[in-house]
């Protein structure tokens, strides 16, 4: 097999790693989706991902996956994120690969995590097995891309999320609690909302929609957990019967201006990923800080006419647009 050809059979295997991963979207967090493939002769003889933080890595699943283990020593082991090289809640995947003999290695993106970041793939070439890294780079790094931001940057990556009538409102004008806001979502949007709660370890909000919507910011329709309740509440005045403060979940609140502080904080408690859904004061200051990851807007076809107006997003990239019982979903990058 030519170089070119060896190239195009790498990345067609690391398309399925890719796809493995996905599956551990809800239960691999705080770890990173992992997908692994191992291939024997030009077929696939074992697969794996990374089902739940804290269970065995996809290298593992893989590997225990293959019928006939005496086939690893003439395999390659194809993994979409740089084999671990510690011992953690498991032990390294990287030596298992090397007890196991498997010759070949290939890696779809290196791990920045510090307990890692080259040490796996350093392991594995120490021990004489062939390690070729980087193949599908981009989408590795894409597909864990809340796990990179945590540790590279040193915060959670941040989502913001609103929905809007086609007129540009979040809602009408509202000054209490006892005034209905406006209904945007359909049930099949809300359930979308929670969906995407699901994947997030957090949801934060800020004081005034803590206030006026009392809501509980769970995922109560859609399956998975629910994500640390978080409210900026500078003047530490919000009523003590608030269901975010009453129906046993965790909720962290803060007394505090600076949303760099908040992140950092979330971060030193291990929060990887941030779902920002409101109001659009708070939204506004997260994109005018360029604090933020990716924005989530469902535009409704009502108008509402006059009310509070929608955040300004400013020069940003449209990824997708979809449309969904008549509403627009639309997905933005800065």
């Not at 933080?53 to 086939?71: D, F, Q, R, Y």
């Not at 915060?155 to 007129?167: E, G, N």
Request: charged letters at 20%.
């Amino acid at each position: 097999m030519n170089n070119l050809e060896q190239q195009k059979t790498d990345e067609m295997y690391m398309r399925r790693c890719i796809q493995l991963a996905r599956n551990g979207e809800v239960g691999a967090p705080p770890n990173p989706m992992v997908g692994a493939v191992v291939v024997c002769d030009g077929r696939i003889i074992g697969e794996g991902y990374h089902r739940r933080c804290g269970g065995p890595h996809a290298e593992v699943n893989a590997i225990a996956s293959v019928k006939e283990p005496s086939l690893l020593q003439r395999s390659t082991i194809y993994v979409s994120l740089e084999p671990c090289a510690h011992y953690g809640k498991t032990p390294p995947c990287a030596d298992l690969i090397v007890e196991k003999r498997i010759p070949r290695v290939v890696i779809g993106c290196q791990d920045p995590f510090a307990k890692v970041d080259g040490l796996g793939i350093k392991k594995l070439r120490d021990a004489g097995c062939e390690v070729v890294v980087g193949v599908l780079q981009e989408e590795c790094l894409r597909l864990n891309k809340r796990f990179m931001t945590y540790h590279t940057l040193k915060r959670p990556y941040v989502t913001l999320k609103w929905a809007q009538s086609c007129d540009g409102f979040v809602d009408f004008f509202r000054s209490s609690p006892l005034q209905s806001p406006a209904h945007i979502s359909t049930p099949t949007t809300q359930t979308l909302v929670h969906r995407l709660r699901a994947t997030h370890q957090a949801i934060l909000v800020g004081g005034r929609t803590a206030l006026l919507d009392n809501p509980t910011l769970t995922t109560r329709v859609w399956p998975g957990p629910s994500p640390l309740r978080v409210v900026i509440d500078t003047h530490g005045d919000l009523p003590a019967d608030l269901r975010l403060l009453t129906d046993g979940g965790d909720t962290l609140l803060y007394h505090r201006e600076s949303l760099q502080d908040i992140l950092s904080d979330l971060h030193a408690r291990g929060v990887q990923s941030l779902l920002v859904e409101g109001g659009p004061a708070t939204l506004q200051r997260f994109i005018d800080e360029m604090l933020w990851d990716e924005a989530r807007v469902e535009v409704s076809p009502e108008h509402i006419v006059e009310g509070v107006a929608v955040p300004q997003l400013g020069q940003c990239q449209l990824l997708s647009r979809t449309m969904v019982d008549g509403h627009e979903l639309l997905h933005y990058a800065p």
